[in-house]
């Protein structure tokens, strides 16, 4: 079962960044969601080079923090010592003003792996395949809204708040069956649903997670609605594919989008 890490965590992590750059203010950092998506690894520690940024991290464990914007090295330890290195390290930017996933996560052929996605600074849902897991279809109304969505994909679909989206699920490619039921997912005010496929045909899982627009508090002040930041998959896995076109249009279709859910696939 998913264990959200705690604000405390959180903000525990930043003890790792120069005082200095902890100082920055809103516009100077960046909103990053971190992901244990790897299956059998336990307890492990998320580095930003030789300093414990999470620790005790288990498959399914998702923070999210705000860092300083620049560039670090991250790797994941299965201690919290930069000699027990298990993944990376790898260099992730972060800019200023942005959101990001980030993920250890398996690749297509089951062997782990970094991934890092920029996420849409919108209300609406971000969706990722980071699972050692066939090509799947997005179910929502009882039909395929995107198909043939594979590891590495994701959806970013920006949605106003209050938006429902009925019986969301993940098939197989090709199909309508549902192997992983989400629901009916509704848009909260002023925050995004991020969702991660994770783990292997065995442990597959979806896990949710629910971040605030950056800045949303700001324009709701000065009356004006969030706007939509442009962006695709960044990072390590990278390549957009034709199938969030169509995704976008799910809106305009009437089908309503989600109420935070954990689900997996029945064995």
């Known amino acids: 079962m998913k264990k959200t890490l705690t604000a405390a965590l959180a903000a525990a992590a930043l ?10 203010d809103a516009h100077e950092t960046a909103q990053v969601t971190v992901v244990h998506g790897v299956p059998g690894l336990d307890g492990v520690s998320v580095l930003a080079g030789d300093d414990a940024l999470l620790s005790g991290l288990d498959f ?11 560039t670090y090295d991250i790797a994941v330890s299965g201690s919290d010592s930069p000699d027990d290195i ?4 790898v260099s992730l930017t972060f800019d200023a003003g942005m959101s990001y996933a980030v993920t250890a996560n398996l690749d297509a052929e089951g062997n782990a792996t970094a991934s890092q996605f920029t996420v849409n600074n919108a209300e609406g849902i971000s969706v990722f395949h980071t699972a050692a897991f066939p090509d799947v279809a997005i179910i929502a109304g009882g039909e395929a809204a995107a198909d043939d ?4 994909d994701d959806l970013q679909l920006d949605l106003d708040a209050g ?9 197989a490619a090709g199909t309508t069956e549902v192997l992983i039921p989400l629901g009916d997912v509704t848009i909260p005010e002023g925050q995004r649903i991020l969702a991660f496929a994770i783990g292997d045909e065995d442990t597959i899982t979806v896990e949710t997670e629910v971040i605030d627009v950056l800045g949303a508090e700001e324009a709701e002040e000065d009356t004006e609605a969030p706007t939509s930041v442009d962006s ?3 990072g390590l896995n990278t390549g957009l594919p034709m199938w ?3 995704l976008m249009a799910i809106g305009a279709l009437g089908l309503a989008v ?3 859910a954990t689900a997996r696939r029945n064995s």
């Open 60 to 70: 399914g464990d998702i923070a999210t923090i705000s860092v300083p914007a620049g």
């Open 232 to 234: 695709g998959t960044g």
């Open 86 to 89: 298990a993944l990376g390290p």
């Open 15 to 24: 003890a790792v960044i120069p005082a200095s750059a902890a100082l920055a």
């Open 258 to 260: 989600p109420a935070v």
């Open 244 to 246: 969030v076109a169509a």
């Open 149 to 152: 969505v594979a590891n590495g």
């Open 163 to 171: 938006t429902t989206l009925s019986d969301v699920g993940v098939a």
